[in-house]
């Protein structure tokens, strides 16, 4: 029996190894090439011969932000564009609710009914209508389990995009703007950042730096993150989404010139506005856009940053949380007992170890209500175009306290403004419809 079976399993074996062979070299990596395929005719097939071609709606295809073209750029070399948006998911330095790292998918869930080709009223016309290369470069694959290797990480990511060619537009109306102002007098790409936690904007300065120094600040959040970390602070636990402008200012960064808006957080005491001052910020708060109005706050900041290389990083707690709920909110930020105690230990030694109980208690200093609206933030982004921008981002968006989506639905909207803001030379004109000149008197 086995003298018969032998053979037998001899030749299956050889046919076997000769169909390996056969698949192998007609079907590398599985898939057999394009060349040795035969190529069907799709018009004459029920689908496209009735319906035409398989077009992505709101709904539907691969999640890309408004249905940009996507590519993973860092491995991609011969992706080209003036504009690349670029994930971040990293969240692991939040001091209360983690959850960020899934901004950037809920950003881009949000952006499924926008199109970079359909324009607005408020606008006057697209991103893509303005001519830059608009390209979703996809998520830095950033790891979860080591900060100091993360922020490496997405430190490389930003300066490899950074360093490729640019497109050079799609249309005649595309514009070149960062040559003026790099160190090498090249131009460069912009990138928007989607996060992610806030302190993934301390990877992108040292990225910027290297291109073109120190640069400005627009920075809209409810908190001002410039908060010095405490003396007992390992080198890696001192960088966190309340401390990361303090760290880059050490780091010379950051010019004098940089500015906050729509600051409402809790404050311990009166130092943390002369600790933020000395970062390089200004203060605009929530209400002053009640005091001073929309148009006297966009003056203020573009005569702070006046013709600075700038970032904007907007942080969605700036909004209300009943128009975007789905953020960290009641930061914990036991930093602020440092200075402090500096501040008391001489003169007040009895205050100083009352203060000191709030190492153990920390103090809440979340925006809780009262923020901007999001038409509001859209205003103001509308009055900053013609900035020298670098880039941009918007962190903090964590789906899982969202409600209907309507935080990722309102970020991705500013993530369209901000797509127009940067490519546009100056504010565009407001609206006319049936109003005069004579009726802005406001």
Not at 271 to 289: K, M
Not at 369 to 379: F, H, L, Q, Y
Request: proline share 7%.
């Amino acid at each position: 029996m086995l003298a018969v079976a032998l053979p037998i399993l001899i030749a299956l074996s050889g046919r076997a190894n000769a169909h390996a062979s056969h698949h192998e070299e007609f079907y590398p990596g599985v898939q057999q090439p394009l060349a040795m395929m035969d190529v069907v005719d799709v018009a004459t097939e029920p689908w496209t011969s009735k319906y035409g071609l398989q077009y992505d709606l709101g709904y539907t295809g691969p999640l890309s932000f408004s249905h940009l073209p996507y590519a993973r750029c860092l491995e991609d070399g011969a992706a080209r564009f003036d504009i690349g948006l670029l994930g971040m998911p990293f969240d692991t330095t939040t001091s209360y609710r983690p959850g960020a790292r899934f901004g950037p998918y809920a950003i881009r869930s949000g952006s499924r009914r926008q199109r970079a080709a359909s324009g607005t009223l408020a606008w006057g016309t697209s991103p893509a209508d303005l001519g830059a290369g608009l390209l979703d470069c996809g998520d830095v694959p950033v790891s979860a389990y080591d900060n100091a290797k993360a922020l490496d990480q997405m430190e490389a990511a930003y300066s490899t995009l950074l360093g490729r060619p640019v497109q050079g537009g799609t249309t005649a109306a595309y514009k070149p703007s960062t040559a003026a102002f790099a160190l090498d007098g090249i131009e460069h790409p912009r990138i928007v950042t989607l996060g992610g936690d806030h302190t993934i904007v301390l990877p992108i300065l040292r990225a910027l730096n290297k291109v073109y120094g120190p640069v400005s600040v627009i920075h809209f959040d409810a908190h001002l993150d410039t908060w010095p970390s405490p003396p007992s602070a390992s080198e890696q636990e001192r960088i966190t989404h309340g401390s990361f402008f303090a760290i880059a200012a050490e780091e010379g960064l950051l010019t004098n010139t940089s500015i906050h808006a729509g600051i409402r957080c809790k404050m311990h005491a009166l130092d943390d506005i002369e600790h933020d001052d000395s970062v390089g910020f200004q203060v605009i708060s929530t209400d002053d856009i009640d005091d001073y109005g929309i148009r006297k706050v966009i003056k203020k900041i573009r005569e702070r940053i006046g013709k600075n290389p700038v970032y904007l990083s907007l942080d969605i707690d700036v909004v209300d949380p009943g128009l975007a709920p789905a953020s960290k909110r009641l930061q914990i930020n036991p930093p602020l007992i440092y200075y402090t105690d500096l501040r008391f230990q001489r003169a007040h030694p009895s205050q100083v170890r009352v203060r000191r109980l709030a190492v153990f208690y920390p103090s809440l200093t979340g925006e809780l209500t009262g923020g901007w609206t999001t038409r509001e933030v859209k205003r103001i982004l509308r009055g900053l175009a013609g900035l020298n921008f670098v880039g941009a981002d918007i962190v903090e968006v964590a789906p899982a306290y969202d409600n209907a989506d309507i935080t990722g639905i309102a970020a991705a909207d500013l993530v369209y403004d901000f797509l127009a803001m940067l490519q546009l030379e100056s504010p565009p004109l407001p609206h006319q419809g049936p109003f005069s000149e004579s009726d802005l008197a406001h």
